[in-house]
């Protein structure tokens, strides 16, 4: 067994633990259609999904220790795991600002981030696709969804300026 597919196992692990709690959670007579148990079940299915792909690709396609360079970097498991530091802390730093600057402009400035961090350089299209992103998850969310995100600061401030 590869590391991938010892990642898998565990990703499918946490999947069905995730999905079992999920279960638990009270239906009041005033959740709406999906419900309070509607989305952390969809994220225990997508998590479940991506792990059994993982596990997948380990069986097909057995990962190997790579001493070579992309062109700018080696490539291994240290640089593979600063990587996902990264991605990691870009996460952390999204759910520390999201109470603050509200759901539609920290997913723009997170997708842009994630995008710079990966390789991407700031221009105005690494701007749309933030802007276009964070609007299209907005749109799925809040108004197909109806599950309310976090507003921030913004609508206490536009009202202070109001007066």
């Known amino acids: ?18 999905y079992a709690m999920a279960s638990q959670i009270q239906i ?7 419900g309070p148990e509607g989305l ?15 596990m ?6 057995p990962t190997e220790l790579a001493t070579h360079t992309d062109g700018n970097h ?17 996460g952390i730093a999204y759910v520390i ?6 759901y539609p402009l920290t997913l723009a400035i997170v997708i842009a981030l994630a995008a710079l961090y990966q390789g991407g350089r700031l221009s105005w299209q690494l701007t749309a ?22 507003e921030g600061i913004w609508p206490e401030l536009i009202e202070r300026l109001r007066r």
């Open 1 to 18: 067994m590869n590391r991938d597919f010892v990642a898998g196992l565990i990703g499918l692990a946490l999947a069905v633990a995730y």
């Open 28 to 34: 009041s007579q005033l959740a709406d259609e999906v």
């Open 40 to 54: 952390p079940k969809i994220y225990a299915w997508m998590l479940g999904a991506l792990s059994v792909l993982l």
């Open 56 to 61: 997948l690709r380990a069986l097909i396609k």
């Open 74 to 90: 080696p490539i291994g498991e240290t640089y593979a795991a600063k990587r996902g530091l990264g991605i990691l802390l870009i």
């Open 97 to 102: 600002t999201v109470p603050w600057l509200g």
């Open 129 to 150: 696709v933030g802007i276009l992103g964070a609007a299209v998850l907005w749109f799925v969310f809040v108004f197909l969804l109806h599950i309310a995100q976090p």
